[in-house]
């Protein structure tokens, strides 16, 4: 029944398999996947913060959490997920072999931006939050960016 999820997850932690290899001395391409882990990971745990706030607050319902990390970016969680699994491959990166892992955070990249992240929440939302299409033309996607001003 969970074939499927198992030979994915086998595929998309190939990096943190290969990484665990990663001796020492530590390299300037594995301090830069910690800094990158970090990146994404301090998104996913403030995104993920904020929208518990957000949601806490019954005024809020049916309204669209656009301030804090939400006003960079629609998916900051998504962003963040996408940003740990780069930071894990540029440690895998630094072993034998390791470059080959990219493929793993280029499928996850994918999975979260047309797959079962990004494109499949952004339609329900359109439907249920009167304001979110005025908020997806004025907020970046996924990449953190500078919201634009209202036209």
Known sequence: MYGLQAALLAF??????????AGQPLRALQVLGVVVWLVGFGFEAVGDAQLARFRRDPANRGRVLDHGLWAWTRHPNYFGDA??????FALAAATPAGWLTVVSPVLMTILLLRV???TLLEEGLKASKP???AYIER??????????RAR
């Open 131 to 133: 304001g979110y299409q």
């Open 12 to 21: 998309v932690s190939l990096p943190v398999t290969v990484g665990l290899r």
């Open 116 to 118: 079962s992240g990004v």
């Open 139 to 148: 907020t970046s996607s996924f990449l953190p960016w500078f919201p634009r």
């Open 83 to 88: 940003t740990v699994w780069w930071g894990i």
